[in-house]
């Protein structure tokens, strides 16, 4: 009931195409849901986050969907660019400040 | 800028040896959290603390203990290091009830 699953564990693109990174949560009572970014040999970093009353929050070319009757929520990443390629992990904040992460996806974005 | 930084990026340690890995943030947050990261795992939480003397087990404490006597420190320690416990060990900080987290750059242990 803790858990929060993540796929696909890899995803390669083309430039400008659109990567989708599902996750699927169980327990309701997380109250916010945050994507961190993480570049090869530095610590994840925060991109975007949701609270469950929000369908889709944007910020730049990333955008958050959220349907809280299935449980999951996604990330688009319009007109991804090489620099994008890193590790994306969705998380599920459980008492206040302690996060559930998902297994994470290497996302490569090929010129 | 908020900075989380860790003792060293690269160890390399035998089998049954003590380790110490240290953790510091300058900027004054009541949590801290441990992770260790693993191909196809994700993040898992060893342990977390949310003030000065406090800790919590998270999801896999077995075969680690904490220590925080300032606000600005937490150490993991590895009683006695197994080679499944070979892996990236990840920092981090935040404000108290908040989602957001700061880690550091990660240490990469190698047991051996």
């Known amino acids: 009931q803790q858990q929060v699953k993540q796929s696909p564990q890899s995803l390669i693109v083309q430039k400008g195409g659109i990567p989708i990174i599902n996750c699927a949560y169980e327990?309701?009572?997380?109250?916010?849901f945050p994507w961190y970014q993480q570049f090869p040999g530095k610590g994840p970093a925060l991109l975007i986050a949701?609270?469950?009353?929000?369908s889709e929050k944007k910020e730049g070319r990333f955008t958050i969907s959220f349907n809280k009757s299935a449980k999951q929520f996604s990330l688009h990443i319009m007109d991804s660019q090489p620099g994008d390629s890193a590790t994306y992990f969705c998380?599920?904040?459980?008492?206040?400040?302690?996060?559930?992460f998902g297994q994470g996806t290497e996302l490569s974005v090929k010129p | 800028d908020v900075k989380v930084t860790q003792s060293s990026r690269y160890l390399v340690k035998r089998t049954g040896e003590k380790v110490f890995l240290e953790c510091v943030q300058d900027?004054?947050?009541?949590?801290m959290f441990w992770y260790r990261q693993d191909p196809g795992l994700g993040l898992r939480l060893i342990y977390f603390?949310?003030?000065?003397?406090?800790?919590e087990k998270g999801d896999i404490p077995e075969g680690y203990s904490v220590s925080r006597e300032k606000k600005e420190r937490f150490s993991l320690i590895l009683e006695s290091a197994s080679t499944n416990q070979t892996s990236m060990y990840l920092c981090?900080?935040?404000?108290?009830?908040?989602?957001?987290?700061?880690f550091g750059p990660g240490t990469r242990l190698t047991v051996t």
């Open positions: 900027m004054d947050h009541e949590n």
């Open positions: 603390s949310y003030d000065v003397k406090m800790k």
């Open positions: 998380a599920a904040d459980n008492q206040g400040g302690k996060l559930i």
């Open positions: 327990n309701t009572a997380f109250d916010y």
């Open positions: 981090a900080s935040g404000k108290g009830g908040y989602y957001e987290q700061y």
């Open positions: 949701i609270r469950p009353d929000v």
